[in-house]
């Protein structure tokens, strides 16, 4: 996969624009407020953190706590306990592909990372997770890009990668985290 810019930073948005525009909807969603803290502990952009929740599990209303993905299909639970009922059932159905959360963290190959399910439903402990292994990823591949194509799909789905990229692309754009250059423009037609 090639290696591009994810979308050229706007330079007039100061980072205190960008946590104000993050938390000034007139409903607070717990995830975004999260993002705030972890971009700043883990060196993560927020740009860049706040649209890969946004592409994970976002909605009209923003990204979702208790938002799953079970084996590819989305799951919006209205609650705490009923995310947790419903990947304590799909998993005793056998079911192994299951994202939790905000940020969509994969029960199968992270779950050793948190005490417990409910900590992975946690919105501080989620974000900060999937920020950490933002960075661990930007560490790994030298990108933001590879940071994100990692995060989603592994390293023999570059198709997937593409997509995924393509649509967190959009969403930094459309969140005004950025703005489109001429190489990602080329790179997701």
């Known amino acids: 996969m090639a290696v591009l810019p994810v979308a050229a930073p706007q330079p007039a948005f100061a980072s205190e624009f960008d946590r104000r525009q993050i938390v000034s909807r007139t409903t607070p969603n717990l995830c975004e407020k999260e993002m705030i803290a972890a971009s700043a502990r883990s060196g993560v952009p927020l740009g860049v953190l706040y649209a890969v929740g946004l592409t994970e599990s976002g909605a009209k209303s923003g990204m979702q706590p208790y938002a799953l993905n079970v084996a590819g299909r989305t799951v919006r639970p209205s609650s705490l306990d009923a995310a947790m009922a419903t990947v304590q059932r799909e998993r005793r159905q056998g079911v192994r592909l299951i994202d939790v959360g905000c ?9 050793q990372a948190f005490a417990s399910l409910r900590d992975m439903f946690d919105p ?17 591949h030298g990108t933001w890009s590879m940071a994100v194509a990692r995060y989603h799909a592994g390293a023999n789905n570059d198709a997937a990668q593409k997509r995924y990229v393509c649509s967190v692309i959009r969403r930094m754009i459309r969140t005004g985290f950025g703005e489109m250059t001429p190489r990602a423009a080329a790179f997701c037609r």
């Open 103 to 111: 940020m969509q963290i994969n029960l199968h190959y992270h779950r």
């Open 124 to 140: 501080a402990k989620n974000v900060a997770y999937a920020a950490g292994f933002l960075k661990r990823l930007h560490r790994q």
